[in-house]
């Protein structure tokens, strides 16, 4: 029996809307820009085979193979250190982070509590003098898949990650924002085969309409202006993997066929290039639109629709299983303490009462910053209802009366929570879209349809 994975990955961000992660199991992964390598950085700088991560017991350690530039850690070059939790060290542009949480398994059964460091140190190589260890221990979650809660709705989620991870087929996620989307398309890539290749991750609301195809395809050099070396694009670095598409709904019309046929034919070619190049990822994607509406509005294509959405996932809103607030709520208050390494305030039951019974149009993404803020401002050892006081203003909802009008209890709750984030961005509307999780096209649209006017510009 093959030994257990200790639930170890890198994460690296590529650009503002693309992040690739990679698991680390008992296989060396190669760090480079070479077709072959696991983790593929597309940057000059970075040598075809640059870096390797292996494993000796139960330690992973970053080994440079030469590279012309080097690999560093800590700002000074490195030939071989260790990896603990929390980790960066630095590939050309790009800094990769090493995180670690306990043995996972591959097929979604819950991971356990993490282990204490240590197992076979004495045939691992000699740490590097003067490596620092990461200070911030990691909060692992006693869930499937990291899906914390204990409801029935959760733990049909969980079954049904399980049940399409093991199929081949492309799915589509569809939930409110902050529901956790991403968190169940990771699910659906761990509980795959292709669980052991990079998930590359790419936010379609995130990049700009005039660059979102050369993220995706790639370019070769002189394609466009400011194409000065050739830059291999989401899908190439997702071969054999995954790839998740985010905020689907906002991929231009124009550059729908394109993806539409990278998906049929599993190949595409770069901006600017006539060689077809094998694509073979398997697709997730996700929205809190509905696409059925934005097939009807042509906006978005039929055929891209059904191809897309051959499976769909349903992420049930956190006000449809409040049994699953409190789990929640202390697993976040748990990692704010890791974080801090200081005791923090425990939840008292009036607390969980407030939480219970508000709305949360943010979903758990709400409720994690609703936790961090509540810490922040209280003074006792105990969060109390008066904490999260905040989460209803009954005087600004009496002035809002007239522009709530005709609008659901959970619309309202959505508009509240739009001008919550506004008022604490300054009005800047594209960090509050960002914060909120959603376009900046989506935030107007809803902005528009509440009547929400806001005089700020965006900075």
């Known amino acids: 029996m093959i030994q257990a994975d200790p639930g170890a990955k890198l994460s690296v961000s590529i650009s503002n809307g693309m992040t690739v992660e990679i698991r680390l199991g008992l296989r060396e992964i190669r760090i480079g820009r070479g077709r072959d390598a696991d983790l593929q950085l597309p940057d000059p700088s970075v040598s075809r085979q640059h870096a390797r991560v292996y494993r000796v017991g139960n330690r992973y350690f970053l080994a440079d193979l030469g590279s012309r530039n080097g690999t560093h850690a800590d700002g000074n070059p490195v030939t071989q250190i260790p990896l603990d939790d929390g980790r960066t ?178 190949e595409i070619k770069r901006v600017g290039g006539n060689e077809t190049l094998p694509a073979d990822a398997r697709v997730l994607a996700a929205t809190n639109r509905n696409l059925k509406e934005e097939v009807a509005k042509k906006t978005f294509r039929e055929d891209l629709y059904f191809r897309v959405g051959a499976i769909t996932v349903a992420v049930p809103p956190l006000r449809d299983r409040r049994e699953d607030i409190a789990p929640i709520a202390r697993f976040f208050l748990a ?54 006081s905040f989460l209803r203003d009954p005087a600004k909802a009496a002035s809002d009366c007239s522009a709530c009008a005709g609008l659901s209890r959970w619309e309202q709750a959505e508009r509240a929570n739009i001008l919550s984030e506004l008022g604490r961005q300054g009005g800047n509307k594209t960090r509050t879209a960002r914060t909120l999780g959603i376009a900046k096209s989506t935030l107007f649209e809803k902005m528009k349809r509440y009547g929400i006017r806001n005089q700020e510009t965006d900075r």
């Open 89 to 266: 060290f630095q590939v050309g542009p790009y800094r990769i982070h090493f995180l670690q949480c306990g043995p996972a398994t591959s097929s979604g059964e819950e991971p356990t509590v993490a282990p204490v460091p240590g197992g076979s140190a004495a045939a691992a190589p000699l740490p590097t003098p003067g490596a620092k260890r990461s200070s911030v221990p990691r909060i692992c979650v006693d869930a499937p898949f990291g899906l914390v809660g204990t409801g029935p709705a959760v733990r049909k989620l969980s079954e049904t990650v399980r049940r399409v991870g093991a199929s081949d087929a492309a799915v589509l996620i569809e939930g409110e924002t902050g529901s956790g989307k991403e968190l169940v398309a990771r699910g659906l890539h761990d509980a795959s085969d292709r669980r052991d290749r990079p998930f590359v991750v790419v936010n379609c609301g995130a990049i700009s309409p005039e660059l979102i195809e050369s993220e995706l395809f790639g370019h070769e050099r002189g394609a466009f202006t400011g194409a000065t070396a050739q830059r291999r694009g989401a899908f190439e670095m997702a071969h054999n993997g995954t790839i998740f598409l985010d905020e689907i709904g906002e991929l231009p019309y124009t550059l729908q066929p394109k993806l539409l046929r990278a998906l049929e034919q599993k």
């Open 335 to 388: 990692g704010l303490a890791a974080r801090s390494n200081r005791p923090l305030p425990a939840l008292s039951p009036a607390a969980i009462d407030a939480l219970a019974t508000h709305d949360w149009p943010g979903n758990v993404r709400e409720l994690r910053n609703a936790i961090q803020r509540a810490v922040v401002m209280a003074d006792g050892a105990e969060l109390c209802a008066a904490d999260f």
